[in-house]
C-alpha cells in the first residue's frame, strides 16, 4: 500500500526543488548574456547541490511507490485521500520540468556561443598549426617560420 502522505510530501519537495532550479537556471540565462564567470561557478555549485537534493527525492518516492505503476495510473485506480492535491503536484511538476527543459536548452545553445567566441578570441591570440606563418624580418631564417599571433613575441 502507497502512503499518500509521505508521497505528497515528497512531491510538495520536488516541486520546490525545480521552482528554485528553474530560477538558477533564469539566472544562469542572464550571467551568460553579461558574461560573468564568477557568478556562474556559484550558481552551477548551487544547481549541483539541488540535483543532488533532486536525486534523493526520487529515490524516497521510489521507495513509495511500486516501479510498476505510476502516479497517475495510482491516483486514477486507488483514489487514495488527497488525490486532488496529488494530480496538482503531478502537473506541476511536470509543467516545471517542461519549463526548465526549455530553459537549460537556450542556457547550452548560449554555452556553445560563448565557447565560439573564446576559441576565435583566443585562435586571433594564438593561431593553431597550418595557419599563416611569418618571421620577424620578413625572411625565414635558419628554416624557422613563426606562428603569427597578436602575442607572438617574435613580432
Known amino acids: 500500500m502507497i502512503d499518500s502522505g509521505k508521497l505528497l510530501n515528497i512531491l510538495e519537495e520536488e516541486e520546490k526543488v525545480l521552482q528554485e532550479m528553474l530560477g538558477l ?35 524516497q518516492r521510489a521507495a513509495t511507490v511500486p516501479p510498476d505503476i505510476t502516479l497517475k495510473e495510482y491516483l486514477n485506480r486507488e483514489n487514495p485521500p488527497g488525490a486532488a492535491k496529488l494530480e496538482h503536484l503531478r502537473q506541476s511538476i511536470l509543467e516545471l520540468h517542461d519549463s526548465l527543459q526549455r530553459r537549460q536548452k537556450i542556457t547550452r545553445r548560449l554555452l556553445l556561443f560563448n565557447r565560439q567566441l573564446v576559441e576565435q578570441a583566443l585562435h586571433m591570440l594564438m593561431p593553431g598549426n597550418g595557419d599563416d606563418l611569418y618571421c620577424a624580418s620578413g625572411e625565414k631564417k635558419q628554416g624557422k617560420a613563426l606562428r603569427a599571433g597578436l602575442l607572438d613575441s617574435n613580432a
Open 25 to 59: 537556471e533564469e539566472q544562469t540565462r542572464n550571467i551568460l548574456v553579461e558574461r560573468d564567470g564568477r557568478v556562474l561557478q556559484k550558481l552551477n555549485s548551487q544547481k549541483e547541490r539541488l540535483a543532488a537534493k533532486m536525486q534523493e527525492l526520487e529515490e
